[in-house]
């Protein structure tokens, strides 16, 4: 494992996994700057190796990052994600915002899980009776995304797969939540490389849609959810739709790109309403909407940041020390679509519940 702190001056050049890259802040002690001389909100957790779609959780006091692993790999990018080519899983894991980071080392690699082929995109995690599960898509032998689970009996790993897929999952971005009163459901799915649009009739259709259901009148496709089993293992039901309605209270449009799911669920509870949040990938947002219950319907409210530098962002909420915090990541350390880093900053909510939208830049 290796400790480093989590806010320093950038170095003028950063080494990860064998290349080196350029940073903004040079040795004259100026801050960072995007390409565009814009001021970051915050600064990378980690710098020794790339990280991205941060789901963190607060376990004991301390707080555990399940991110994906960014690698520099071969394969052109294009728009269904074969250049994300993660093939392990390392944990962070610090004592508060602002401690050190510790990076963990391989909690799971693509070659431990009996199943998958390739591609190891955004897990999550969660602990009960002190086991804690990891939960990760890839894809099979037929390039179709599962969702996968693995156990330990420590927060960092290693993990140990189970042999097979959920049974029943499909999609990417597995985030589990678990209610006040112990039962845990998963939010899941992604259109686009997330291949939910192949996947609307129960079964993976490898000549379906390259990015939703090309119908911009209607109901947007949209996330899973599904409760899980007393073990953690297993969905305990068929995994129904994650509704969220406009103002008026109709589902929103496929062709309403700002507001509309594409991926990254996340669900966190505020004052007794459960929060459902998402990106809408190809516009950039981090957007969210809020209902009674952990299934919906949801009701948009707006955004929660607005677009970082890079693509998209996935995200996680989290409570630590009585505050709220925003995980997410850019691209600040490559400038490269596929290679990330994780970032963290404080999140507030209104009077009314609404969240304050967070812009990652400083004006």
């Not at 953690?232 to 995994?239: G, N, Q, R, Y």
């Not at 700002?258 to 459960?274: I, P, Q, T």
Request: proline share 7%.
């Amino acid at each position: 494992m290796r400790t480093r702190p989590l806010l320093f001056a950038a170095a003028a050049t950063l080494f990860a996994g064998g290349i080196a890259v350029a940073q903004t802040a040079g040795r004259s002690g100026q801050e960072p700057r995007s390409p565009e001389g814009r001021r970051y909100l915050s600064q990378p957790l980690v710098r020794e190796i790339y990280t991205a779609d941060p789901s963190a959780h607060v376990f004991d006091g301390k707080i555990y990052v399940y991110n994906s692993h960014d690698i520099d790999g071969p394969t052109p990018e294009d728009d269904l994600g074969a250049h994300f080519e993660m093939r392990d899983y390392r944990v962070l894991k610090m004592d508060g915002i602002g401690k050190p980071v510790t990076v963990g080392p391989v909690a799971l690699d693509v070659k431990q899980v009996p199943w998958a082929d390739r591609q190891m995109w955004a897990p999550d995690a969660a602990r009960k009776n002190g086991t804690y599960f990891l939960y990760f898509p890839a894809k099979d032998r037929q390039g179709a995304f599962r969702i996968g689970v693995a156990t330990s009996k420590s927060p960092m790993g290693p993990f140990k797969a189970n042999p097979q897929p959920i049974k029943g999952s499909f999609s990417i971005d597995p985030a589990v939540f678990t209610d006040d009163d112990g039962k845990a459901y998963m939010y899941f799915g992604g259109i686009w490389g997330g291949q939910l649009q192949r996947n609307t009739t129960g079964t993976y259709d490898p000549n379906g849609s390259k990015t939703d259901l090309q119908a911009d009148d209607k109901p947007a496709l949209t996330a899973k959810v599904a409760a899980m089993t007393p073990g953690m293992t297993e969905f305990a039901e068929k995994p129904r739709d994650v509704v969220i309605l406009d103002e008026a209270g109709k589902p929103l449009l496929g062709g309403d790109h700002d507001r509309r799911f594409f991926e990254a669920s996340w669900m966190h509870k505020y004052k007794g309403k459960y929060y459902f949040s998402y990106s809408t990938g190809d516009t950039h947002f981090l957007n969210y909407a809020i209902g009674d219950n952990p299934y919906g319907p949801f009701t948009y409210k707006g955004h929660v940041m607005l677009p970082v530098q890079g693509w998209t962002t996935h995200h996680s909420i989290v409570e630590w020390n009585k505050r709220w915090w925003l995980f997410y990541a850019d691209t600040q350390l490559s400038n490269q679509t596929r290679l990330r880093n994780v970032k963290v900053t404080e999140l507030f909510y209104n009077p009314d519940g609404t969240i304050r939208t967070i812009d990652p830049f400083v004006k």
